[in-house]
């Protein structure tokens, strides 16, 4: 796995643990020399992961839409920055330049990206792994929803195991490096 799309929080949260190991992420991303895509910002979690992989050397691409840009909270330090019209082509560009997906904690913009990719792999438009950094037991609830999807019916077993949670980054990034996606959705 070469790069690495990030989607997380433009907030610290209200536990210092999410800053802290999204900071572990972005170093043993580095240590990995997995380049980290993520929304550009230098804010909240989204700008602590990215300064610690450039910290430790890393490559960092970012992606924002120019109405954020213009807001000045692009990081200005990145190994590459693009800059894009439209929150959809945001989520296409990282899409492009990433071999998975990963999601720290972060409010309804993470989960719509997250899920939008998770979506994209069930339906066969790609075969890269999707997981949750489970962060002081943040994605916890949705762990029970994903089993609960399941117990209804609404999702098969097969793709429910599609998404990879852990709550360390190195146990994370090992699994996403043995991942083998599931058969290709059929109705």
Excluded at 3 to 27: D, H, M, N, Q
Excluded at 29 to 52: E, F, P, Q
Aim: hydrophobic content about 40%; charged content about 20%.
């Amino acid at each position: 796995m070469k790069s690495l799309a990030v989607f997380c929080g433009s907030s610290p949260g209200a536990s210092e643990a999410y800053t802290t190991e999204a900071i572990r992420f972005g170093k043993e991303l580095a240590k990995r020399h997995i380049t980290l895509v993520y929304g550009g910002s230098r804010v909240g979690i989204m700008g602590a992961v990215a300064d610690a992989v450039l910290n430790e050397g890393g490559k960092v691409i970012g992606v924002i839409p120019q109405f954020l840009e213009a807001k000045e909270i692009s990081h200005k330090g990145l190994t590459e920055l693009h800059t894009v019209e439209t929150m959809h082509e945001r989520k296409a560009k990282m899409a492009e330049l990433a071999d998975g997906f990963v999601a720290l904690p972060g409010g309804t913009g993470t989960l719509e990206e997250f899920f939008e990719v998770l979506t994209w792999a069930q339906i066969g438009l790609h075969q890269k792994p999707c997981g949750l950094l489970n962060i002081n037991d943040y994605y916890s609830p949705l762990k029970n929803l994903f089993e609960h999807m399941v117990d209804q019916l609404f999702i098969q077993e097969k793709f429910r195991s599609m998404v990879i949670m852990e709550s360390e980054p190195t146990e994370l990034l090992d699994r996403f490096h043995q991942y083998i996606p599931p058969a290709v959705k059929s109705f």
